[in-house]
Every structure is written in structure tokens, then in C-alpha cells.
């Protein structure tokens, strides 16, 4: 029988302090693979700068995904996020995925150019098999901590009452 290891061991207390969570933003292929990876110093904030807009643009024809994390919430895409995915997809003039992710769920949502964004997000638990697999990598890049599972209380009762 093997035991596992307290998380707790791999990640004392301090660890937020000394690690702090951080905005990370990623650029990859149809395949998965990184483009470019851009790490922030805020939990609030990642400023991909022109290095990133140059990225996107060099290797337009390989864009497939881009995404970045909001380590400590919101689970949505913000107003600053809604420009930009717009202004990407008109630039490149084809749709484009996006993916925000946070500690409780990864929304995605498909950009079209000139259009205006339709609220049709796909939403995925984090590490479920549906999920990219940068998404893991992309969310240990972020520091980010897991959410506590949601509570459905009736499935509860149900499973202790007879």
C-alpha cells in the first residue's frame, strides 16, 4: 500500500509569501504547443507587450489558443481582455480561441473578427480530461491554488440520510 504525501511537504505555509501568485499569458498551436509564455508580476495583471503582439503576428498561421490566468478570480474575461481578443481576431482576420483560467474554472471562448463577442462560453472544471494540456502547466506557472470543490448540499443530504 503507498501513502501519499501531504501537499503541506511540497508547499509549506510560506509558499504564497514567497511565491506569490502571478498573471501568466500563453500563445499556442493547433497541437498544443507553446508559442510564447509571458509571466506577470501581479496577481491582477500581465502585460504581454510587444513581444507577444509580435509573436502573434509572426506566427499568425500557427495561433490556435491563447489564454491567460486570473489567479485569484474572476472566473470571466474582463473589459481590458474583451478589447484585445477583439483587436487579435480582427488583426489576424480568422477566429481565434481565448481561455482565461482560474482556480475554478476554465472559460473558453471562440472570437470571430469584426463581430461583436456573443456570450457562448464554454466552461471546464480544472484537470478534467477536456481540458488543453498546457492548461495545468499554465496554472502552476500562475501559482495558482486549487478552489474548494463546490458543495452540492441536496446530493449530500441524500448520500447520508436515508
Avoid at 61 to 90: K, Y
Wanted: contains cysteine.
Amino acid at each position: 500500500m503507498t501513502t501519499r504525501t501531504p501537499v503541506t511537504e511540497f508547499f509549506p505555509p510560506r509558499f504564497g509569501r514567497l511565491f506569490p501568485a502571478r498573471e501568466v499569458f500563453g500563445v499556442y498551436d493547433k497541437a498544443g504547443c507553446s508559442l510564447h509564455v509571458h509571466y506577470g508580476d501581479s496577481p491582477a495583471f500581465v502585460d504581454g507587450g510587444r513581444t507577444a503582439w509580435d509573436v502573434i503576428w509572426e506566427q499568425r498561421d500557427r495561433v490556435f489558443d491563447i489564454a491567460h490566468t486570473h489567479p485569484h478570480g474572476p472566473d470571466t474575461f474582463s473589459s481590458i481582455d474583451e478589447n484585445s481578443m477583439r483587436a487579435i481576431a480582427t488583426g489576424l482576420g480568422r477566429p481565434v480561441r481565448f481561455w482565461v483560467l482560474s482556480p475554478r474554472v476554465s472559460r473558453l471562448r471562440v472570437v470571430h473578427p469584426c463581430q461583436e463577442p456573443q456570450d457562448a462560453d464554454v466552461l471546464f472544471d480544472p484537470g478534467e480530461d477536456n481540458e488543453p494540456m498546457w492548461a495545468a502547466r499554465l496554472r502552476w506557472d500562475s501559482r495558482m491554488r486549487s478552489a474548494p470543490p463546490t458543495i452540492n448540499l441536496a446530493k449530500l443530504l441524500r448520500r447520508f440520510l436515508p
